[in-house]
């Protein structure tokens, strides 16, 4: 284990937990201002990644292709919202767990229809391929670096606009009390919506991002929505706040823990064990991790005040 190994990690953990934000942070306010069990969020993580994929082919340029999937991901989320989501609001969680599931089978079906079921590869822009020294001899990727200035800058964007603006007000009412704001004549129903639609595209923005550095492929959001709903669960539901900061820690665990539960487990254990322990324990660190913070904060690190 040596420093720089450390510090390769802990960025790489970053980026991780950027897109993690991304994906986390529609979906806990879905779930937080609509008490919506929406299972078919990383469906639309998966079709950002599509979406940018065909657009870069069209156009031949990745920021034109990213600039064209961003509006079509939102018009795709408020779509589903129309014609799916909308009639689930009134349903009890089993029924939306059921329906969401559903959406999940017939999209991944879909894209197989479309794309075909082999894996795409986005190629990652010109601009921004090679890689940067950030210590004497320490190198990483440009777009790996862009992938967390991106991650930040949404998150500022989204802690002004739910923090200092008047539709962030609402959403932070929603959280804390829907039946008051519907009350006071605000059109839940048209709330609903936005944010919906607002935390569509930001899943498929994480989506179009990583899809230059991982495969296309049908069904890449179902695992991240599990980690998706840790991070809502541990920064408590219906709060950015929350997911940003459990987004960062959860990233951080699951990629240092992988890089080096192996090599700690060697000060205990002879290298063959501590290497096959370790790579069993690895993939579950990120679910002791939840467990120890709720047990200590049940309700999550930041819960919306209800």
């Known amino acids: 284990m040596t420093p720089t190994l450390f510090f390769i990690q802990a960025l790489n953990g970053l980026q991780f937990g950027l897109i993690l934000f991304l994906i986390a942070a529609g ?53 589903l919202e129309v014609l799916v989501f909308r009639h689930l609001y009134d349903r009890d969680h089993l029924d939306q767990v059921l329906a969401t599931f559903g959406v999940i089978v017939f999209l991944n079906q879909a894209v197989k229809f479309i794309w075909g079921a082999a894996p795409l590869n986005v190629p990652v822009p010109e601009i921004l391929s090679g890689s940067v020294e950030i210590a004497d001899g320490l190198l990483y990727p440009v777009y790996r670096l862009a992938i967390i200035a991106a991650g930040l800058a949404v ?5 002004v606009l739910v923090s200092h603006t008047r539709v962030g007000m609402l959403v932070r009412a929603g959280a804390t009390n829907p039946q008051m704001v519907s009350a006071l004549g605000v059109n839940i129903q048209r709330l609903f919506m936005v944010v919906f639609g607002f935390g569509a595209m930001l899943a498929g923005f994480a989506g179009a991002m ?16 599990i980690l998706a709903f840790v991070v809502i669960v541990i920064g408590g539901i219906g709060s ?51 467990a120890a913070i709720l047990f200590f904060r049940p309700s999550g690190l930041f819960p919306a005040k209800r």
């Open 27 to 79: 979906l806990t306010l879905v779930f937080g201002v609509m008490d919506f069990i929406n299972l078919a969020h990383g469906v639309q993580y998966m079709v950002g990644a599509y979406l940018v994929a065909a657009f870069t082919a069209w156009t031949g340029n990745f920021g034109w292709g990213l600039l064209l999937a961003l509006p079509t991901a939102l018009a795709f989320g408020l779509l």
């Open 240 to 290: 950015i706040r929350g997911a940003f900061l459990a987004a960062i820690l959860i990233g951080l665990v699951d990629t240092v823990g992988r890089s080096f539960a192996p090599n700690l487990l060697r000060f205990f254990l002879d290298p063959a064990t501590a290497s096959q322990t370790g790579r069993a324990v690895a993939p579950m660190l990120i679910y002791i991790f939840m």
């Open 210 to 225: 990583v899809a230059p550095i991982l495969s296309v492929e049908p069904g890449m959001g179902d695992n991240i929505l």
């Open 155 to 159: 998150a500022g964007l989204l802690y």
